[in-house]
């Protein structure tokens, strides 16, 4: 619990319970509505478009149903002790969780079984407060009130008769045909089932006694209060009056000490609890066999993931206790970390409109019967995780990677179920008759009076070999859905002690050692992925206030080296989940265990850790995605066992209290008005585990003086610390007891704050560690953000966006939010087209060439990309639809603009389309307008980089692109004569040759998605009398996502022109839009395949022969860095590396380097001679080669030497002997790529360098003739020996070596 008060006789701290409370109905007050209930069906009704005439917002009556099934307002009768300094009793919470549905009322013909759920309460601070509900059945002894019941009845009854008087005789006509002899009885039962006649029914009202405990221990609870209740319903009053056992679990029962069981007593057996050690999981009480049966494990894993991912989780069930089980389970399983947004595993009924929250949320709602998941509208869907427990179904959001290791996970936790018989796939819980049955046969069994069952615990299977009547029930059991293998039946507690039996049961005791094993396979999990997290943790500031006070500037964990330092398997979840709240606030008190006590679960995680080490289990496992499965289950079972079965502690007995005469009359059947004066406080006496609880007390109150002294102010210590635990988070917890409209609207406040504090940090990091990514690839710094990462940071803008588009939305169609928008938009826009244009933000990409040959303007229009995404057929639900718009509009550079548009005044001013106003209620986040402004700056601020997110996404869509080649007029003609062609290649594939339309130069055509566009061949056949062509450049652009490219040429296409090439193989750079430049250049980040606004290299022989020759020096500074570069592209992950083929071909690629080395002191051209090229000495080396003889000293460099020449004249011959009409340039770039790929550059140039022909085409200081710089030369390049080069099909395409 948080806080601590001084300690006392019997402290709080160390007390097992710390309220009990009585809640029911308050005689004096009489029957009154549920005014919160009914306010919320009234709301709920209003919100559908009934009439409101249907619930009464006013009086709260529902004439439409039963009086008996109405909700009427409960009160808490009585609450011992008072008030706790240190725990405040909150009764409006309380009352609302013991009776969440408010009082109920039944007669002597319903079924009025006792019923036990639990519940709990966690506050601000995160501390949690755990309370135990019995709930049962009272006879009504207050005339008024029957007398009430007997009068709604009487108006029930006669507002329905006037309503059936109002139906058409016809249709009572058909309705009588309709029913014949049999149904007409069971009408009539029906009928009966629910009416209320005062002088023949007997009323009964819920009352529910609970206990209030500091942690969850939901068996010994559950075993008193039902002890308490046996105690009321007995024909024989108690051994000693009821407020004797009160008093004595609230004041003289402590908490067992860790590591410790502890013995106490109620009012018929002693009661036995136990708890984990310091260094053991931390306590659970509720059965996960029941979650494991109610859900199945395929779905329990699936939801697991979720609630780790931090998605909202919805859990819906009839039975509040089943709401609790699965959501405390689940928490449960978390361990090392812990669930950090809204907690509410039993919604009460008047706190629907949280599940409007725009957070994180883990929920439990109770089903209507006869309620289907179909019939249920939630606020938000898009990133729901329903789990309908009764019915074993979840529908789960659309995008979420799976748990590492998914399937060896089910696999060893089945193995652990199987042990206990538990079948993998659950088992639904029986029907109300089957349970009805299964306690018939269990108490008859128990309460046998004539002996005939031994003593001790039974095996059901055992008994019914002798016995006939029991074998029928069983049977009968059976097939109403009742299995019965595992039941014992259990004899009185001393003569099990007797016997020296287990004093625990041993159906408890293979839950516990279920429980611990479950969660120690959970466990293991977390340990194995997380062994070396604390090398990644990055301890930044020098004390705890400083850090305390930057904590939201710093980034505490290199999220970057521990993903690649990851399997690549783990990858999908792991980047997304250490992102979530949970993993930071791990690592936040990873960081404040430097200054503080450490937090404990984080001590155990650690210890486990460490043990792992000790054992170097982990070592050989190292960055594999191999399996290991825990190894400690066996410990585990033994220690709770052995707990169980040696009795540490043995609590003080109830004993008579100094109550006055008189009062506490036992009468049966009804829980008797208790005496306040002997339960409002504890004994006087100290006893030892008080003074213990002390003494512990003075040493903490002294550790917290000497850091006060010495470090903060406490109280602005404790400020900054809860301001740095809930970074990030919105609202952790709703208050329960204060629905007032001011605490309401406060509590929506803080969401819209907390929404705007998440799209500012998102934006930021998305920013900032995209503009790093990018300076890595203009060589500055490191890289901090992979792919991966960035996928999962765009994943969660997508969820953030549409909860913020839910938030106070009022009306819903379809899942998703934003979605539902848009189309609402769309609608309205396209009844509008035909009157005027459509808003168009118009002219963002219009290029231009000095030729005048122009790309068209792509229109930049919200309704058209909308449009291409309805057009993917790949895409099948709204939600799927609302994320590839915002990736689109993400990659467009047009987010911000667009969502500015859909919300604009001027396209909600017309009649035809739903305003703001209307679509969403006051408090909703999109209609606070300084916050809405604010969001959408943030967004804008995201076009200050660029992102491939849709078309890396969606890989296998069709895409349409518009092609463009512009020539240069002034030296040749616009249009050639011949048959152009050309095919684009991009990362995901190239598009085939094309031909080109005659006397076209532009062209659109549709192929499936392309990637980023890498290469372009253009060429011609070469026929008819203008045949040759001066190609300036080819521009690309995707239709879709407007992404233009452009492919510099600046050569001749022709035979007898250049170097005779008739095609070419051109290096696409992405063009930077006009927005970019309108956005300001000061912001824009140089895109990922920008080249140099220089003019494209010619060759020596180039039409201007103004080129400025690169020095020595500078060439061989080239070489390295073009070297360098491809070194660094195989160094990033395989999925970041980008595009090859411009290392080698583009502007500064190895190519391009080392046509520069042999350019050097090449002899130029000779007047009246053709041109010369470097494919021309490449040519005349080969004949040389394969000419003459090599001579040499050494045979072995011999063979060495002869083997390198031959396979160099092998490459060139393919080259030339190629099926395509490539130039003498473009000849050189294949034998490059190809000599890099196959690792034989480092071999050729030594063979070149030596050649005879080098003499007589090279100057004597030309850099091929320095052998120092040839040396030089061939180390750089077998540093690329390393390397699988795979080069793009477009570069080699018809070489065949």
Same mark, same amino acid.
């Given at each position: 619990m948080s806080g601590s008060g001084a300690p006392g006789p019997g402290a709080a701290p160390c007390r097992f319970a710390h309220y009990f409370v009585l809640c029911g109905i308050d005689a004096e007050s009489g029957l009154e509505p549920d005014e919160l209930a009914v306010l919320y069906k009234w709301l709920e009704a209003d919100l559908h478009g009934k009439s409101s005439d249907t619930a009464d917002k006013t009086s709260g009556e529902n004439f439409d149903q039963s009086p008996l099934r109405r909700t009427f307002k409960s009160k808490v009768l009585a609450h011992y002790p008072q008030n706790i300094e240190w725990n405040p009793f909150d009764q409006d919470a309380?009352?609302?969780?013991?009776? &969440?549905?408010?009082?109920?009322?039944?007669?002597?013909?319903?079924?009025?079984?006792?019923?036990?759920?639990?519940?709990?309460?966690?506050?601000?601070?995160?501390?949690?407060?755990?309370?135990?509900?019995?709930?049962?059945?009272?006879?009504?002894?207050?005339?008024?009130?029957?007398?009430?019941?007997?009068?709604?009845?009487?108006?029930?009854?006669?507002?329905?008769y006037s309503s059936v008087c109002a139906s058409s005789s016809c249709s009572m006509d058909s309705l009588a045909s309709s029913i014949d002899e049999g149904d007409a009885t069971s009408l009539a039962k029906l009928q009966r089932y629910n009416s209320y006649d005062i002088s023949r029914d007997t009323l009964y009202v819920s009352k529910c006694i609970c206990l209030i405990t500091p942690l969850p221990f939901m068996q010994a609870c559950k075993k008193f209060l039902i002890q308490l209740y046996k105690a009321v319903t007995s024909q024989q009053p108690p051994p000693l009056p009821l407020e004797s056992y009160i008093h004595n679990i609230l004041y003289e029962v402590p908490l067992p000490p860790p590591g410790r069981s502890l013995k106490f007593y109620g009012v018929y057996e002693p009661i036995i609890c136990q708890r984990p050690g310091p260094n053991e999981l931390p306590l659970s009480d509720y059965p996960l066999r029941e979650v494991f049966e109610l859900l199945g494990l395929e779905n329990l894993v699936q939801v697991f993931t979720c609630v780790l991912l931090e998605m909202q989780i919805l859990l819906y069930s009839q039975d509040y206790q089943r709401?609790?089980?699965?959501?405390?389970?689940?928490?449960?399983?978390?361990?090392? +970390? $812990?669930? $950090?947004?809204?907690?509410?595993?039993?919604?009460?009924?008047?706190?629907?409109?949280?599940?409007?929250?725009?957070? *994180?949320?883990?929920?439990? /709602?109770?089903?209507?019967?006869?309620?289907?998941?179909?019939?249920?509208?939630?606020?938000?869907?898009?990133?729901?995780?329903?789990?309908?427990?009764?019915?074993?179904?979840?529908?789960? *959001?659309?995008?979420?990677?799976?748990?590492?290791?998914?399937?060896?996970?089910?696999?060893?936790?089945?193995?652990?179920?199987?042990?206990?018989?538990? *079948?993998?796939?659950?088992?639904?819980?029986?029907?109300?008759?089957?349970?009805?049955?299964?306690?018939?046969?269990?108490?008859?069994?128990?309460?046998?009076?004539?002996?005939? %069952?031994?003593?001790?615990?039974?095996?059901?299977?055992?008994?019914?070999?002798?016995?006939?009547?029991?074998?029928?029930?069983?049977?009968?059991?059976?097939?109403?859905?009742?299995?019965?293998?595992?039941?014992?039946?259990?004899? &009185?507690?001393?003569?099990?002690?007797?016997?020296?039996?287990?004093?625990?049961?041993?159906?408890?005791?293979?839950?516990?050692?279920?429980?611990? $094993?479950?969660?120690?396979?959970?466990?293991?999990?977390?340990?194995?992925?997380?062994?070396?997290?604390?090398?990644?943790?990055?301890?930044?500031?020098?004390?705890?206030?400083?850090?305390?006070?930057?904590?939201?500037?710093? !980034?505490?964990?290199?999220?970057?080296?521990?993903?690649?330092? !990851? &399997?690549?398997?783990?990858? &999908?979840?792991?980047?997304?989940f250490i992102e979530t709240q949970m993993f930071a606030t791990f690592i936040d008190n990873k960081i404040m265990s430097q200054w503080e006590e450490k937090d404990p679960l984080l001590r155990v995680f650690d210890s486990r850790i460490e043990k792992i080490r000790l054992y170097n289990v982990r070592a050989p496992a190292l960055r594999t995605s191999n399996y290991q499965k825990c190894s400690t289950l066996k410990e585990a079972a033994q220690s709770i066992e052995q707990r169980l079965m040696k009795i540490d502690h043995t609590a003080i007995h109830p004993h008579l209290l100094d109550m006055k005469i008189g009062q506490g009359k036992y009468e049966q059947g009804f829980f008797p008005k208790l005496q306040s004066d002997v339960l409002a406080t504890g004994p006087t006496n100290n006893n030892r585990w008080a003074s213990r609880s002390a003494t512990t007390q003075r040493r903490k109150d002294r550790?917290?003086?000497?850091?006060?002294?010495?470090?903060?102010?406490?109280?602005?210590?404790?400020?900054?610390?809860?301001?740095?635990?809930?970074?990030?988070?919105?609202?952790?917890?709703?208050? /329960?007891?204060?629905?007032s409209p001011a605490v309401i609207a406060q509590t929506n406040w803080k969401f819209v704050e907390g929404l705007l504090k998440e799209c500012r940090m998102k934006t930021k990091r998305m920013l900032v560690e995209k503009m790093g990514h990018e300076a890595v690839e203009?060589?500055?710094?490191?890289?901090?953000?992979?792919?991966?990462?960035?996928?999962?940071?765009?994943?969660?803008?997508?969820?953030?966006?549409?909860?913020?588009?839910?938030?106070?939305?009022?009306?819903?169609?379809?899942?998703?939010?934003?979605?539902?928008?848009?189309?609402?938009?769309?609608?309205?826009?396209?009844?509008?087209?035909?009157?005027?244009?459509?808003?168009?933000?118009?002219?963002?990409?219009?290029?231009?060439?000095?030729?005048?040959?122009?790309?068209?303007?792509?229109?930049?229009?919200?309704?058209?990309?909308?449009?291409?995404?309805?057009?993917?057929?790949?895409?099948?639900?709204?939600?799927?639809?609302?994320?590839?718009? %915002?990736?689109?509009?993400?990659?467009?550079?047009?987010?911000? !603009?667009?969502?500015?548009q859909l919300l604009s005044n001027q396209a909600l001013a017309n009649n035809v389309f739903v305003s703001t106003r209307k679509l969403y209620k006051r408090y909703a986040f999109l209609r606070c307008e300084e916050e809405r402004e604010q969001f959408l700056y943030h967004l804008l601020s995201l076009n200050a980089v660029d992102y491939f997110c849709f078309t890396s996404v969606f890989t296998t869509i069709m895409i349409p692109y518009r092609s463009v080649i512009i020539p240069i007029k002034k030296l040749s003609n616009a249009i050639t004569t011949s048959n152009p062609w050309i095919c684009v290649s991009g990362e995901l594939g190239d598009t085939g040759v094309m031909q080109i339309p005659k006397n076209h130069l532009e062209m659109t055509f549709e192929c499936q998605n392309l990637g980023k566009l890498t290469t372009v061949q253009i060429?011609?056949?070469?026929?008819?009398?203008?045949?040759?062509? /001066?190609?300036?450049?080819?521009?690309?652009?995707?239709?879709?996502?407007?992404?233009?490219?452009? +492919?510099?040429?600046?050569?001749?296409?022709?035979?007898?022109?250049?170097?005779?090439?008739?095609?070419?193989?051109?290096?696409?750079?992405?063009?930077?839009?006009?927005?970019?430049?309108?956005?300001?250049?000061?912001?824009?980040?140089? *895109?990922?395949?920008?080249?140099?606004?220089?003019?494209?290299?010619?060759?020596?022989?180039?039409?201007?022969?103004?080129?400025?020759?690169?020095?020595?020096?500078?060439?061989?500074e080239g070489i390295g860095e073009a070297v360098n570069n491809i070194v660094k592209h195989f160094h990033k992950p395989e999925k970041e590396r980008g595009s090859l083929t411009i290392l080698l071909c583009g502007e500064n690629g190895l190519v391009a380097a080392l046509e520069q080395v042999f350019h050097h002191g090449f002899k130029s051209a000779r007047i009246f001679h053709k041109n010369v090229f470097i494919w021309d000495f490449i040519e005349k080396a080969v004949a040389y080669f394969e000419t003459s003889d090599q001579i040499g000293d050494n045979e072995e460099a011999l063979l060495l030497q002869r083997s390198s020449c031959k396979t160099f004249c092998h490459y060139v011959n393919a080259i030339n002997t190629a099926p395509r009409n490539i130039g003498k340039d473009g000849k050189f770039q294949i034998l490059v790529c190809l000599g890099t790929r196959d690792h034989l550059l480092s071999q050729w140039i030594p063979l070149l360098a030596e050649c005879p022909p080098i003499t007589r085409m090279y100057e004597e200081n030309a850099l091929l003739r320095d052998r120092m710089t040839v040396n030089s030369l061939i180390r750089v390049l077998q540093t690329l020996q390393d390397f699988n080069v795979i080069l793009e099909g477009s570069l080699i395409k018809g070489v065949d070596v």
């Amino acid at each position: 619990m948080s806080g601590s008060g001084a300690p006392g006789p019997g402290a709080a701290p160390c007390r097992f319970a710390h309220y009990f409370v009585l809640c029911g109905i308050d005689a004096e007050s009489g029957l009154e509505p549920d005014e919160l209930a009914v306010l919320y069906k009234w709301l709920e009704a209003d919100l559908h478009g009934k009439s409101s005439d249907t619930a009464d917002k006013t009086s709260g009556e529902n004439f439409d149903q039963s009086p008996l099934r109405r909700t009427f307002k409960s009160k808490v009768l009585a609450h011992y002790p008072q008030n706790i300094e240190w725990n405040p009793f909150d009764q409006d919470a309380v009352n609302m969780l013991c009776m &969440p549905k408010g009082l109920s009322f039944r007669t002597q013909a319903d079924n009025r079984d006792p019923q036990l759920h639990s519940f709990i309460i966690t506050r601000e601070d995160g501390s949690r407060t755990y309370g135990f509900v019995l709930t049962f059945y009272e006879e009504v002894t207050s005339k008024q009130i029957c007398t009430a019941m007997q009068t709604l009845y009487q108006m029930h009854n006669a507002e329905q008769y006037s309503s059936v008087c109002a139906s058409s005789s016809c249709s009572m006509d058909s309705l009588a045909s309709s029913i014949d002899e049999g149904d007409a009885t069971s009408l009539a039962k029906l009928q009966r089932y629910n009416s209320y006649d005062i002088s023949r029914d007997t009323l009964y009202v819920s009352k529910c006694i609970c206990l209030i405990t500091p942690l969850p221990f939901m068996q010994a609870c559950k075993k008193f209060l039902i002890q308490l209740y046996k105690a009321v319903t007995s024909q024989q009053p108690p051994p000693l009056p009821l407020e004797s056992y009160i008093h004595n679990i609230l004041y003289e029962v402590p908490l067992p000490p860790p590591g410790r069981s502890l013995k106490f007593y109620g009012v018929y057996e002693p009661i036995i609890c136990q708890r984990p050690g310091p260094n053991e999981l931390p306590l659970s009480d509720y059965p996960l066999r029941e979650v494991f049966e109610l859900l199945g494990l395929e779905n329990l894993v699936q939801v697991f993931t979720c609630v780790l991912l931090e998605m909202q989780i919805l859990l819906y069930s009839q039975d509040y206790q089943r709401l609790m089980t699965v959501a405390e389970g689940i928490t449960t399983l978390l361990f090392p +970390f $812990q669930w $950090q947004h809204v907690y509410v595993p039993i919604l009460p009924a008047s706190l629907l409109h949280f599940l409007d929250a725009p957070v *994180p949320y883990l929920m439990g /709602l109770q089903s209507k019967e006869g309620t289907d998941r179909s019939k249920l509208e939630l606020p938000q869907e898009a990133n729901l995780c329903f789990v309908d427990i009764d019915n074993h179904f979840i529908e789960l *959001p659309e995008e979420f990677p799976q748990f590492p290791n998914k399937l060896e996970f089910i696999q060893e936790i089945s193995e652990v179920l199987l042990q206990f018989g538990i *079948p993998p796939e659950g088992n639904l819980h029986c029907s109300d008759s089957a349970t009805k049955l299964k306690n018939l046969v269990l108490s008859d069994l128990v309460n046998d009076k004539n002996g005939n %069952i031994p003593g001790n615990a039974l095996n059901m299977y055992e008994l019914l070999k002798g016995n006939e009547t029991i074998a029928r029930l069983q049977a009968l059991a059976k097939r109403t859905g009742v299995t019965m293998e595992k039941m014992t039946i259990t004899a &009185p507690l001393a003569e099990k002690e007797k016997d020296g039996k287990l004093p625990c049961e041993e159906v408890e005791l293979r839950d516990y050692k279920l429980n611990v $094993q479950l969660r120690e396979v959970f466990a293991n999990r977390f340990t194995q992925m997380f062994a070396d997290y604390e090398a990644f943790v990055i301890q930044a500031a020098p004390d705890m206030e400083s850090w305390l006070t930057n904590r939201e500037q710093m !980034q505490n964990f290199d999220k970057a080296s521990f993903l690649s330092d !990851q &399997p690549e398997p783990y990858l &999908p979840f792991l980047s997304h989940f250490i992102e979530t709240q949970m993993f930071a606030t791990f690592i936040d008190n990873k960081i404040m265990s430097q200054w503080e006590e450490k937090d404990p679960l984080l001590r155990v995680f650690d210890s486990r850790i460490e043990k792992i080490r000790l054992y170097n289990v982990r070592a050989p496992a190292l960055r594999t995605s191999n399996y290991q499965k825990c190894s400690t289950l066996k410990e585990a079972a033994q220690s709770i066992e052995q707990r169980l079965m040696k009795i540490d502690h043995t609590a003080i007995h109830p004993h008579l209290l100094d109550m006055k005469i008189g009062q506490g009359k036992y009468e049966q059947g009804f829980f008797p008005k208790l005496q306040s004066d002997v339960l409002a406080t504890g004994p006087t006496n100290n006893n030892r585990w008080a003074s213990r609880s002390a003494t512990t007390q003075r040493r903490k109150d002294r550790l917290r003086q000497h850091s006060e002294h010495i470090g903060l102010d406490n109280d602005l210590r404790e400020k900054y610390m809860q301001e740095a635990r809930s970074l990030g988070k919105n609202l952790r917890q709703p208050k /329960l007891s204060d629905l007032s409209p001011a605490v309401i609207a406060q509590t929506n406040w803080k969401f819209v704050e907390g929404l705007l504090k998440e799209c500012r940090m998102k934006t930021k990091r998305m920013l900032v560690e995209k503009m790093g990514h990018e300076a890595v690839e203009l060589g500055h710094g490191e890289a901090n953000i992979t792919g991966l990462e960035e996928n999962t940071l765009i994943a969660s803008l997508c969820d953030l966006l549409e909860r913020i588009w839910s938030h106070g939305l009022q009306v819903k169609q379809g899942k998703s939010a934003l979605w539902s928008h848009l189309l609402q938009y769309q609608e309205r826009e396209e009844k509008q087209e035909h009157n005027a244009e459509s808003p168009v933000a118009v002219g963002t990409e219009r290029r231009k060439s000095d030729t005048g040959i122009t790309l068209p303007t792509l229109r930049v229009s919200l309704i058209q990309d909308m449009r291409h995404v309805q057009n993917m057929s790949e895409i099948k639900t709204d939600v799927g639809r609302a994320r590839a718009w %915002i990736r689109l509009s993400l990659e467009k550079k047009l987010l911000s !603009q667009h969502l500015k548009q859909l919300l604009s005044n001027q396209a909600l001013a017309n009649n035809v389309f739903v305003s703001t106003r209307k679509l969403y209620k006051r408090y909703a986040f999109l209609r606070c307008e300084e916050e809405r402004e604010q969001f959408l700056y943030h967004l804008l601020s995201l076009n200050a980089v660029d992102y491939f997110c849709f078309t890396s996404v969606f890989t296998t869509i069709m895409i349409p692109y518009r092609s463009v080649i512009i020539p240069i007029k002034k030296l040749s003609n616009a249009i050639t004569t011949s048959n152009p062609w050309i095919c684009v290649s991009g990362e995901l594939g190239d598009t085939g040759v094309m031909q080109i339309p005659k006397n076209h130069l532009e062209m659109t055509f549709e192929c499936q998605n392309l990637g980023k566009l890498t290469t372009v061949q253009i060429g011609h056949d070469n026929s008819g009398l203008l045949a040759k062509w /001066l190609v300036d450049c080819v521009m690309v652009r995707n239709e879709i996502t407007g992404h233009t490219y452009k +492919f510099p040429c600046g050569r001749w296409l022709g035979k007898g022109v250049d170097d005779g090439s008739l095609e070419r193989i051109l290096i696409g750079e992405l063009v930077s839009s006009t927005s970019d430049e309108e956005l300001g250049k000061q912001c824009r980040t140089p *895109p990922q395949q920008k080249s140099p606004t220089t003019a494209r290299r010619l060759s020596i022989t180039s039409l201007t022969g103004k080129n400025t020759k690169p020095n020595a020096g500078q060439i061989q500074e080239g070489i390295g860095e073009a070297v360098n570069n491809i070194v660094k592209h195989f160094h990033k992950p395989e999925k970041e590396r980008g595009s090859l083929t411009i290392l080698l071909c583009g502007e500064n690629g190895l190519v391009a380097a080392l046509e520069q080395v042999f350019h050097h002191g090449f002899k130029s051209a000779r007047i009246f001679h053709k041109n010369v090229f470097i494919w021309d000495f490449i040519e005349k080396a080969v004949a040389y080669f394969e000419t003459s003889d090599q001579i040499g000293d050494n045979e072995e460099a011999l063979l060495l030497q002869r083997s390198s020449c031959k396979t160099f004249c092998h490459y060139v011959n393919a080259i030339n002997t190629a099926p395509r009409n490539i130039g003498k340039d473009g000849k050189f770039q294949i034998l490059v790529c190809l000599g890099t790929r196959d690792h034989l550059l480092s071999q050729w140039i030594p063979l070149l360098a030596e050649c005879p022909p080098i003499t007589r085409m090279y100057e004597e200081n030309a850099l091929l003739r320095d052998r120092m710089t040839v040396n030089s030369l061939i180390r750089v390049l077998q540093t690329l020996q390393d390397f699988n080069v795979i080069l793009e099909g477009s570069l080699i395409k018809g070489v065949d070596v």
